[in-house]
């Protein structure tokens, strides 16, 4: 009896956090997705954009 109530209570415990994986999931791709939001706003900006420009300009030498 008791060796039931022990196998019970496992599979009851397990059952309770199956889906913590898909809730971690979940946070961690809204998360990423607020971050691209945000890096997308900062290199759209014009002080980033115009950096960017000259680096890219710079590195590919058409803009001497």
């Known amino acids: 009896m008791t060796q039931r109530l022990s196998r019970r209570l496992a599979r009851i415990k397990e059952s309770a956090e199956a889906g913590m994986t898909t809730a971690e999931y979940a946070v961690g ?14 290199v759209k ?12 300009t710079a590195a590919l030498g058409t803009g001497t």
């Open 29 to 42: 791709t809204l998360a990423a997705c607020a971050f691209a939001a945000v890096l997308m706003l900062v």
């Open 45 to 56: 900006s014009g002080p980033v954009k115009s950096a960017l420009a000259s680096v890219i």
